[in-house]
């Protein structure tokens, strides 16, 4: 009986193969290690881009064997808190002082299983289009963030919600889909921590 592409051995039998199962592992192994500053350190050998006093928290990569962990780029004393899913099919981006509370989603790509044959997949072709969270903003925990999506410079995403467009810099999103609920007043250079 000749095994499924989708079964391990039919995995590992061809060289995609293989190299889907190795960062399969890699993503696994990066997830377990017990403390941020490792996690860091194993995400930059795999390709990430980490800027100083940066946090990854245990964290799912989905997506690892596009393009290893090249696609993650995150600035400086940015924070991914637990449970988080990060989709690596595109690149995701978070800038310097971005903070992501723990459950969010981040997806860089939509498909319905196009290539498997499932019937929707000439309704809804398969699509991929970059993540970048701004210089300072915040997603508040369990919201998920859709591909092709930016959100701007020190806004805030409310716990739960969906974001499906682009955010404003300097404002505050939520619902589902998430919508504008008021702008924050920008202090003055020196009145904003750094």
């Known amino acids: ?41 194993f995400l930059r050998l795999g390709g990430a881009v980490i800027g100083r006093s940066s946090f990854v928290h245990e964290t799912v990569f989905h997506n690892p064997q596009v393009n290893g962990f090249k696609n993650l780029v995150l600035g400086d004393r940015a924070t991914v808190q637990t449970q988080v899913l990060i989709d690596l099919a595109d690149r995701v981006t978070l800038e310097d002082d971005v903070t992501v509370s723990a459950g969010v989603s981040i997806f860089t790509h939509e498909d319905c299983g196009a290539k498997m044959g499932k019937p929707l997949g000439e309704y809804f072709p398969p699509r991929k289009a970059p993540v970048t969270l701004k210089r300072g903003c915040w997603i508040g925990a369990r919201a998920t963030i859709l591909c092709g999506v930016t959100v701007g410079e020190c806004a805030v995403v409310g716990a739960g919600s969906l974001v499906n467009q682009d955010v404003p810099a300097w404002t505050v999103v939520g619902g589902v889909p998430a919508r504008m609920i008021r702008t924050i007043e920008k202090k003055t250079a020196m009145e904003v921590p750094r």
């Open 1 to 41: 009986m000749k095994p499924s592409s989708y079964s391990w051995l039919g995995q590992w039998s061809t060289a995609k193969g293989r190299t889907w199962l190795y960062w399969l592992l890699a993503e696994k192994w990066t997830r377990a290690l017990p403390y941020p500053n490792w996690r860091c350190f």
